[in-house]
């Protein structure tokens, strides 16, 4: 089932929800350039297993309106609050991978984790993306701006190399051209938007306000969020267990999809 919610004035997001009736629920926040398309390989499998899947559009994404602004993670994480409190969810399972995982831990802390029971962070560009004076992890800042002037100069070649890296595992080129589409589905401002985004948003504080049980799924040859943010994101989140992928990239829920809907699913019902 999909509809469109109403985050702003003139601004609506797309969700897809899949099994309603589900017993518990899972509320999936995408990773730059895609949609929620790309946890088609989770949507395909656990609501047969009882659970309720919900995908988010991000603004600027998939299915959903493309404004000019709102591109920071405050504003998507108000977005996420939105089809929370309109969708009426509680003891909600967050999960969100890569710029999705950054944007649920701001919701859990600008949002003191409304409705959350539960944290889900796959391959999440926290606390910083980029490298610091004083955080020596992360990517170049010069990668970051590449991006930008690729996303400007020739959009499809900036996505056709980002799908290069992330995946570990040997991809078909009907798959590649799938993830492509995907990210076309975006618009070039929006993308180039999330790109700037990276360069100012900082999650230190936020990571310590977490206080709910907390997954964090990386792939230990991630070319675009190193897994050193991983090993970060457990120490400085107190109640959280870092698992390993030795076989994954960027896109472990495709690279290793069925361990990861096996992880997935063991941690929810602990």
Request: glycine share 8%; proline share 4%.
């Amino acid at each position: 089932m999909g509809y469109y919610v109403s985050v702003e004035t003139d601004v609506k997001v797309y969700v897809e929800d899949l099994n309603p009736e589900g017993y518990k629920t899972i509320v999936f926040l995408h990773g730059w350039p895609g949609s929620h398309e790309l946890f088609e390989y989770q949507f395909d499998q656990l609501p047969k297993r009882g659970y309720r899947c919900i995908g988010i559009d991000q603004r600027g994404f998939g299915k959903s309106d493309k404004p000019w602004r709102g591109y920071d993670y405050n504003r998507l994480a108000d977005d996420v609050r939105c089809v929370v409190e309109t969708l009426k969810l509680h003891d909600f399972i967050l999960a969100g991978h890569s710029t999705g995982g950054a944007i649920a831990i701001r919701y859990m802390s600008r949002h003191n984790g409304y409705g959350v029971s539960k944290l889900a962070l796959f391959a999440a560009a926290a606390p910083s993306l980029i490298k610091l004076p004083n955080f020596p992890y992360g990517i170049d800042k010069e990668t970051v701006i590449k991006i930008i002037e690729g996303t400007y100069n020739d959009r499809p070649k900036m996505l056709s190399d980002f799908c290069d890296i992330f995946f570990f595992q040997y991809i078909t080129q009907p798959f590649s051209y799938w993830f492509l589409q995907l990210g076309l589905q975006a618009a070039g401002w929006s993308t180039a938007a999330i790109a700037n985004t990276w360069l100012n948003e900082e999650l230190f504080y936020d990571l310590g306000t977490i206080n709910v049980p907390t997954l964090i799924i990386h792939g230990i040859h991630d070319k675009v969020v190193p897994f050193e943010l991983g090993e970060v994101q457990e120490r400085s989140i107190k109640n959280a267990r870092l698992i390993p992928f030795q076989y994954s990239g960027h896109g472990s829920f495709y690279d290793q999809k069925d361990k990861f809907n096996e992880e997935l699913m063991n941690f929810i019902e602990e």
